[in-house]
């Protein structure tokens, strides 16, 4: 009597060094970025851990190490998805000839600060673990975005000031660290400035800055300083 083969489990085939779940780079990949921004909004960085950010994206601790090579490169993707985008557009609107060097940086400060507002753990981390001489993500913060956004914005005022749109007294270095300060000081020292000034870090108030940063290089609108040799 011919025995009936008993049917085997089918496994999961995963290539060499493929952690288990896997299988959906996408969602995992956006599960767990979403799952970074939650944790550092409760814990900060240093807080934070693999294992932490896995149980609440609900996978496998393994697959951070992936995508993303470890915690430090799985933040500094969380980042280049806030910034980056923001970055890009500058970069963009800085070679347009049709728009005015105002209105050019007012487009920049209006989403690098909205962008900001939207990422509360982005402030938190900039503070603790870039400014901090001993921070976990100072060189590779300062090498990948500080520096490119400051370099960018030092070329556009310089323009600017070749134009006569802005004072031939202004120094563009001390006035692309100044802007870069006025964007985020507001969102590092949120409490402070809050109950120092009697005001609310909202969408409305950051239009507001970013008007008044404005004003401050190019004068009121439609009255540009010219400069004069």
Do not use: C
């Amino acid at each position: 009597m011919n025995m009936a083969r008993k049917r085997q489990p089918k496994t999961e085939v995963r290539g060499v060094g493929r952690p288990r779940g896997a299988a959906e780079p996408e969602r995992i990949r956006r599960q767990l970025l979403d799952a970074t921004a939650q944790i550092l909004t409760e814990q900060g960085y240093r807080r934070s851990s693999v294992r932490l950010i896995a149980e609440r994206a609900g996978v496998n601790p393994a697959l951070i190490n992936y995508y993303f090579g470890s915690k430090q490169g799985l933040v500094l993707e969380l980042v280049r998805k806030v910034i980056g985008p923001v970055m890009q557009q500058f970069q963009h609107v800085a070679q347009n000839p049709e728009l005015s060097g105002r209105a050019t940086l007012h487009q920049f400060l209006q989403q690098y600060t909205h962008a900001i507002l939207e990422a509360p753990w982005l402030p938190q981390l900039v503070m603790q673990e870039v400014f901090e001489d001993e921070g976990k993500l100072r060189e590779p913060f300062i090498e990948e975005f500080a520096s490119r956004v400051g370099g960018d914005l030092r070329a556009q005022l310089e323009r600017d000031q070749a134009r006569g749109e802005l004072s031939a007294r202004l120094d563009p270095n001390l006035a692309a660290l100044g802007v870069m300060s006025l964007a985020l000081f507001p969102f590092v020292a949120r409490g402070a400035a809050e109950h120092v000034f009697q005001l609310k870090v909202d969408r409305k108030f950051v239009d507001r800055l970013v008007d008044q940063t404005v004003d401050l290089l190019y004068g009121e609108a439609g009255t540009p300083e010219k400069r004069t040799d």
